[in-house]
């Protein structure tokens, strides 16, 4: 598999603080990646290292083949990135801002007009093209920076809280993007805080905290926190039916919530109709038996709270 981002033994301290005390990753291409972790956990200070902003401690990143410690041109030339602070210059209209970032990434001239102008309606700004930066709203800001980011086309993409600012319509566009970045070959690292973000767009994710404490994708991150996956809706039935689930080989482990069932059953495919049957034949009524889903957000916040008594 190609990997088009390696991080290897990554740390930085500022002063004596330890922010990242080794952090190691390979992304291979077309992979949209998440990165989350707490407040102060390091997702920022690892993005600007990626983003070439700033020096590792120690440890290489190589991306698209060239190492950061030696190649930073010819990488800042191929990535793109999206920080928390839109680095646009509020005094420059919107055009001479997109003009002035064309011309750093050396986008030939008879290209520069039509690719701005593409990107300026396809994010709803092409209304503002003549109105200085300083006097868009935060999330016009944002949709600026994100242009800035994607103008010269690069094959990596850095996003630090890309969504923030941003209103519901443009979120969902924005996502459509990212994805359709992703299919066709471009490799995204993001940092969000929203888990539905993470769940929906991103093929794995890491959650740091100065180290990567886990790497994993969302549908395996969900199964390892769900304790329980299937609900058993009985009706009235609750005595006869705690029995026989109780006695049922199926059943690796059950608990009764309100007039519930929540089983935790290893092949729910096959498993599944065995249990109805044996409920049928007691003469119970099955109501309904449905898949349960735990959300990102739970197995995150389960996994932080681990984490925090193993301290
Ligand atoms: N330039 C700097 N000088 C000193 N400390 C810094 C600097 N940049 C970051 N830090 C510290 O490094 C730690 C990690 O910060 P970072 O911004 O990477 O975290 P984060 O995971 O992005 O947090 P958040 O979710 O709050 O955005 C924090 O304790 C922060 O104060």
Redesign the pocket.
């Known amino acids: 598999m190609e990997h088009v981002i390696e991080m290897k033994d990554l740390k930085k301290s ?2 004596d ?1 330890n ?1 990242l005390n080794g952090i190691s990753l390979s992304i291979p291409k077309g992979t949209i990646f998440g990165l989350l ?10 993005l600007r290292i990626l983003s070439c902003l700033i020096e590792p401690t120690s440890g290489e990143v190589t991306i698209l083949g060239h190492q950061i410690s030696k190649h930073k041109e010819e990488i800042r030339k191929k990535i793109g990135c999206v920080t ?1 602070s839109p680095g646009v210059y509020d005094k420059l209209s919107v055009l001479d801002n997109l003009e002035f970032f064309a011309a750093c990434y050396q986008i030939p001239k008879a290209k520069r007009a039509s690719r701005i102008e593409f990107l300026l309606r396809q994010f709803d700004l092409w209304e503002r093209r003549n109105d200085p930066a300083g006097r868009l709203s935060k999330g016009m800001k944002q949709k600026l920076s994100i242009i800035c980011a994607i103008l010269h086309d690069p094959e990596v993409l850095f996003l ?2 890309v969504t923030a600012n941003l209103d519901p319509v443009s979120i969902r566009k924005l996502k459509d993007l990212i994805r359709e970045w992703a299919a066709s070959g471009k490799t995204i690292i993001m ?1 969000s ?1 929203i888990l539905t973000e993470i769940d929906e767009l991103c093929h794995e994710f890491a959650i ?1 905290k100065g180290e990567v404490i886990r790497l994993t994708t969302p549908q395996k991150f969900r199964e390892e926190w769900s304790t329980y996956n299937v609900i058993l809706d009985v009706g009235a039935d609750l005595q006869k039916s705690e029995q026989i689930i109780k006695e049922a080989k199926e059943v690796e482990a059950y608990k009764r919530v309100e007039n519930q069932f929540h089983l935790r059953i290893a092949d729910p495919e096959t498993a599944n109709p065995q249990l109805v049957k044996k409920l049928v034949a007691a003469d119970v009524t099955v109501k309904y038996i449905t898949p349960l889903s735990v959300s990102l957000e739970d197995s995150y916040l389960s996994l932080l709270d681990q984490e925090k008594e193993a301290i």
Do not use: A, L
């Open positions: 500022f002063g603080k922010v972790g707490p407040n102060g956990s390091g997702k920022t200070t690892t928390e630090d809280e940092s805080h740091i």
